[in-house]
Each structure stands twice: as structure tokens, then as C-alpha cells.
Nanobody, 123 residues
Framework: VQLQASGGGLVQAGGSLKLACAAS????????IGWFRQAPGKEREGISCINDSGNETPYANSVKGRFAVSRDNSKKTVWLQMNNLKPEDTAVYYC?????????????????WGRGTQVTVSS
């Protein structure tokens, strides 16, 4: 499974961005998709996940209430809507796929990783 995260950019604090995680060649129907981010000098952080059916969508406390994950299996795409962005959200954002049905914020749970997309939030 090849994944590609896109949609990052530079935005002012309070603004919004919508990231996309697209898969090539295979359907994501039977994969849980996690979103992670890594800021300079910090460890990778799991921030969101969506299970295969889309009815399990946990969020890290740092983004709860501001971010929303969704998926369209027919389009082989998962989105991360990010609202009310803060400077501390600045990081490289990654999506990852696990060939299981449920969610996890642990990196080793995921088998396939996409290239990241840079999100920069200015104050």
C-alpha cells in the first residue's frame, strides 16, 4: 500500500487546512488509518485515527474538538479537517495504514506510511 499525504501549507493561527491521505493501487476498505505528526525536536505523536467502517474516530487531547477525520473508501482517501489551528500544531503530518479494523495511536501498529506534508501555523 502506497500512501501520500497532501494538503499542508502555511496558515495563520485560527485558520483551517484539510489534509488528504490517498492510497494507490489498493482499496483502504480493510485498513485503519492513523494520522501522526512530528514537530522539530519532538517525538512523533499520534493525533487521530479512523477505523475501517468510520465509526471509531479517537483523537488526542491536543486536537480534540478542532480536528475531524473522515474517509471515503470508494475514493481510497482519508481526510483530516483541521480547524482553529495553533502555532503548536506546526509539524510534518503523516498518515499510516494498518491492516486491521480498529484504531491505535501507537506507531508500531501501522504497517504502511506515507510521505509527510508540512503544516506551518504562524502566530
Amino acid at each position: 500500500v502506497q500512501l501520500q499525504a497532501s494538503g499542508g501549507g502555511l496558515v495563520q493561527a485560527g485558520g483551517s487546512l484539510k489534509l488528504a491521505c490517498a492510497a494507490s493501487e489498493v482499496t483502504l476498505e480493510y485498513y485503519a488509518i492513523g494520522w501522526f505528526r512530528q514537530a522539530p525536536g519532538k517525538e512523533r505523536e499520534g493525533i487521530s485515527c479512523i477505523n475501517d467502517s468510520g465509526n471509531e474516530t479517537p483523537y488526542a487531547n491536543s486536537v480534540k474538538g478542532r480536528f475531524a477525520v473522515s474517509r471515503d473508501n470508494s475514493k481510497k482517501t482519508v481526510w483530516l479537517q483541521m480547524n482553529n489551528l495553533k502555532p503548536e500544531d506546526t509539524a510534518v503530518y503523516y498518515c499510516a495504514a494498518a491492516p486491521v479494523l480498529g484504531c491505535s495511536f501507537r506507531s508500531h501498529y501501522y504497517t504502511f506510511w506515507g510521505r509527510g506534508t508540512q503544516v506551518t501555523v504562524s502566530s
